[in-house]
């Protein structure tokens, strides 16, 4: 993990000594514990200072995560707000939140803008006398300054973070939390169900189950298997397709037509429409109510689970299962990453002067700071210029994962694969996701963790209507996820899991336990994160896998397939011979390197 950070800092200039008591001051803090209401009014300037050459900070990569750190990708900053408090122990506020405007990704040096040493001036600020330590809170502007994104594919590229008691009202830090943002918030949807039932229908042909052919009840079975198997629009298609194909090449070689495979045809038939030409390989299209699933919510297929449940009668089931801190199936627990979030919380310097003239736009901050006499100090009355102390990092941190394959693949059953189109990944899934506290730390120790999707991966580029980032047995573009920070990890005990989809750009392979990986399909490698006693970087004084201002840094090779997961049943022998099992519990599939 690399630290990194803009280094940002508030100068608060008085521009005059005006005290202003309190209840007939709109601008007047809400008293709390001994605050008598008084502030005074002042001008802030806010300083955003860049990387410099042999700094060991740095910013995020990618234009929207800032990677330069420098004025040029400075993305602007909004929901500015300062909470004040007259002592280290931040338990209870002296005023009410102060709110400033949006600072621009970059303007020229006027008032409320950005200057040529990264300065923003703001003027009639009250600010509570006695008041020494502030905590700091901003967020990175996304497309426009305090406007709120709606839409999935900003989520996505932006992330988005809900603050609990922060805005619009004066509650304590131990109020404050933050929490990412579900990307589905609503019940199982009725496509979920209705394909469960749809692959119900068929397995409850009757006569099925009993035939007097030993092959046809093994395709039972294998279709029945116990266990969990993607759900999704594609993979049913591709099951009851490839089901469909080997019932067909079974009637043929039948005197007369087998009268419980032709009903199984035809509950297949039901919902879907069969076309080609050509005997064992036609192609089935679902009906319209039963397609586009899940991702038509914006969700990874792997999220879509169905597992055969025997009762009275048996039915397919949609149902959700837990890979270590990773939820696979229980659609709330998906989330958008974080967003850019910025976070302080420090003591301050004061002088009697005003410092206005230093903010001539040649001064670094460092000259700026340099100015202020007393150190540690409180706003009293005849105080004229305030400056926070300490910088203003990142209140999250920044998962960087790299992705390569070997030269040479081989899947389950030890069969090379080839790699004739490059295979394209699409998707990181982060587990281990909770709720954290007023300074961004995750405090929560409830079992309730959730999983950022983020398919909005650096340098992805449409292949056949699909948005992914080609990769190949060279290490690829690196990927950026804002994530929160995970629990103190002193121990070095914890693990988060992590996960890489991909979509199989070429022929059909197998995976985990046998299972079929079609062309075409979604598939997923699950890696584990562990801090060991070595390791590359720096670390938080913790250990925290995750933590705020820091990265992460995932290189992740792939040296064979046969952990890969899709969950779909292989029904495609030609001789019937079947009987592999079906698994969703996710393993570890991938080598990989991690600088932690």
Same mark, same amino acid.
């Given at each position: ?85 007259? %002592? ?107 394909? %469960? ?400």
């Amino acid at each position: 993990m690399k630290q990194f950070a803009y280094l940002m800092v508030i100068a608060i200039i008085s521009a005059g000594v005006v005290s202003c008591k309190g209840k007939n001051d709109p601008d007047n803090g809400q008293g709390n514990g001994g605050y008598a209401g008084e502030t005074v009014k002042t001008q802030f300037l806010i300083s955003i200072a860049e990387n410099v050459a042999g700094s060991n900070r740095y910013k995020m990569s990618s234009t929207d995560v800032q990677n330069a750190g420098d004025r040029a990708s400075f993305r602007g900053m909004d929901n500015i707000c300062l909470i004040p408090f007259d %002592a280290d122990a931040y338990a209870n506020r002296i005023g009410k939140n102060i709110t400033l405007t949006a600072i621009p990704a970059a303007a020229a040096a006027t008032e409320g803008k950005l200057n040529d040493a990264n300065s923003v001036f703001y003027t009639d600020v009250a600010i509570p006398l006695g008041t020494s330590n502030f905590l700091f809170y901003g967020k990175a502007i996304d497309n426009n300054a305090e406007v709120a994104i709606d839409t999935d594919a900003d989520k996505h590229r932006f992330g988005i973070v809900t603050a609990n008691n922060l805005y619009g009202v004066s509650k304590e830090p131990a109020e404050i939390s933050f929490d990412l943002n579900s990307v589905y918030t609503g019940a199982n949807p009725a496509k979920a169900t209705a394909l %469960a039932n749809y692959m119900t229908s068929i397995a409850n042909v009757t006569g099925w189950s009993t035939h007097a052919n030993a092959s046809l009840v093994e395709l039972y079975n294998t279709f029945t298997k116990a266990g969990d198997r993607s759900g999704s629009s594609f993979s049913v298609q591709r099951t009851v397709q490839d089901l469909y194909n080997t019932l067909e090449r079974f009637q043929a070689t039948q005197v007369s037509p087998d009268a419980v495979v032709t009903a199984i045809m035809a509950a297949i038939e039901a919902k879907a429409t069969v076309s080609g030409a050509e005997q064992f390989k036609r192609t089935l299209e679902l009906s319209s109510d039963l397609q586009n699933y899940p991702a038509e919510i914006n969700l990874p297929d792997g999220a879509a689970v169905i597992a055969w449940t025997v009762g009275t009668p048996s039915s397919f089931q949609v149902r959700n299962v837990a890979y270590g801190d990773m939820t696979i199936g229980e659609l709330n627990k998906y989330t958008y990453p974080a967003s850019l979030q910025y976070f302080a919380k420090s003591r301050i310097k004061t002088s009697v002067d005003s410092k206005k003239d230093f903010y001539d736009g040649s001064n670094n901050w460092t000259t700026i700071l340099s100015k202020y006499e007393n150190d540690d100090a409180k706003v009293v009355n005849s105080t004229k210029s305030v400056a926070i102390k300490d910088a203003i990092n990142y209140g999250v941190g920044q998962l960087i994962t790299t992705v390569k394959h070997a030269a040479t693949l081989k899947d389950q059953k030890n069969y090379d694969y080839t790699v004739t189109n490059p295979l394209l990944w699409t998707g990181v899934l982060v587990g281990g996701q909770k709720q954290v506290n007023y300074e961004f730390c995750q405090t929560n120790t409830s079992a309730n963790a959730f999983t950022i999707y983020d398919n909005a991966l650096n340098g992805a580029a449409d292949v056949d209507g699909v948005k992914g980032v080609a990769i190949s047995n060279t290490i690829s573009t690196p990927n950026y996820t804002l994530v929160f920070s995970t629990k103190d990890n002193t121990d070095k005990s914890d693990k988060v899991y992590i996960a890489i989809e991909l979509k199989n750009t070429n022929a059909d392979f197998f995976g985990k336990d046998g299972q079929l990986i079609p062309a075409g399909g979604r598939f997923y490698l699950v890696g584990e994160l562990k801090v060991g006693d070595t390791y590359a970087g720096a670390a938080p004084a913790n250990k925290n896998i995750f933590f705020k201002d820091y990265q992460t840094t995932v290189n992740m090779t792939i040296t064979s397939l046969a952990n890969a997961y899709s969950t779909i049943p292989d029904l495609r022998s030609e001789g019937l011979e079947l009987g592999f099992s079906v698994d969703l519990a996710w393993q570890p599939g991938i080598v990989f390197d991690i600088d932690l």
